[in-house]
């Protein structure tokens, strides 16, 4: 979206303007607020950002880290959005080093106002477990649009698992179409063994996203929850090896290659 939206269409008669002019508010369904005047550098932005809300973590994760902590173009000031993003697509993995990001972000916001500054600082608070619900409905209430917000903390484990699938919903209301909010609904359902319910989220997230691996991967884990392992290992097969699985599939394969003793 962000390649599309007018701010990377300047040429040589008219130089871009400063990136903190141009900053929107916050990451939304239609817009992606710039890291940098570098075309290569946006260019990585938007895909590792189209990659996240497709639920691809690890791909996510590795685009985003070809952006260097600072871009060029800027005046000198990190708000912290790189490293939400990145700490989103850690979550997304089980990677323990999203902490790390989330850290740098608040350190990063200080005490600067804005969505992104906000989200960072509600973030490290959410880690710490000194977020309260009241914090989150009043980061969201300040910026209602912040679809960066709530894929990170419906992401992050830890935390009021509530108000993860609450966020997680937003999600799906907010962009029918996004995959993650779709895949965040039906993994948080099924890690309350809600097995209908989950099975329902599967079943409706797979007309909108066909084939999306995280959505075969837990099609399999519930195959195995219900005890249907042949059915489990068959789903998980057609993801590949195991360096080609999401990291949520490798365990439901391994269990069911072991239980049927193959």
């Given at each position: 979206a962000g390649l599309t939206a007018g701010w990377l269409q300047w040429g040589p008669s008219a130089p871009p303007p400063p990136v903190e002019a141009m900053r929107r508010a916050s990451y939304t369904v239609d817009a992606v607020p710039p890291l940098s005047n570098d075309a290569a550098i946006e260019a990585a932005h938007v895909e590792g950002w189209n990659l996240l809300r497709d639920g691809r973590g690890a791909e996510a994760a590795a685009v985003l880290a070809r952006i260097p902590d600072?871009?060029?173009?800027?005046?000198?000031?990190?708000?912290?959005?790189?490293?939400?993003?990145?700490?989103?697509?850690?979550?997304?993995?089980?990677?323990?080093d999203a902490y790390r990001h989330i850290e740098l972000a608040a350190k990063a916001a200080g005490t600067r106002r804005g969505a992104i500054p906000s989200l960072a600082r509600l973030a490290a608070d959410s880690v710490a477990g000194t977020a309260t619900s009241r914090d989150v409905e009043r980061h969201f209430a300040a910026h209602p649009d912040d679809l960066l917000g709530r894929i990170l903390l419906a992401s992050l484990e830890g935390h009021d698992g509530d108000g993860r699938l609450a966020l997680?919903?937003?999600?799906?209301?907010?962009?029918?179409?996004?995959?993650?909010?779709?895949?965040?609904?039906?993994?948080?359902?099924?890690?309350?063994?809600?097995?209908a319910a989950a099975n329902d989220l599967i079943t409706r997230a797979s007309a909108v996203t066909p084939d999306h691996a995280e959505l075969v991967a837990l099609r399999a884990r519930l195959?195995?929850?219900?005890?249907?392992?042949?059915?489990?290992?068959?789903?998980?097969?057609?993801?590949?090896?195991?360096?080609?699985?999401p990291t949520s599939a490798v365990q439901v394969h391994a269990t069911a290659l072991r239980m049927l003793q193959d």
């Open positions: 600072r871009p060029p173009g800027k005046d000198g000031r990190e708000d912290g959005a790189l490293h939400l993003l990145q700490a989103s697509a850690g979550a997304l993995t089980g990677d323990p997680a919903e937003q999600l799906t209301e907010q962009d029918p179409k996004m995959a993650l909010g779709w895949v965040l609904r039906a993994q948080l359902t099924l890690n309350r063994g809600q097995l195959e195995l929850l219900e005890g249907h392992t042949s059915d489990a290992r068959r789903l998980a097969d057609t993801l590949g090896t195991a360096a080609q699985m």
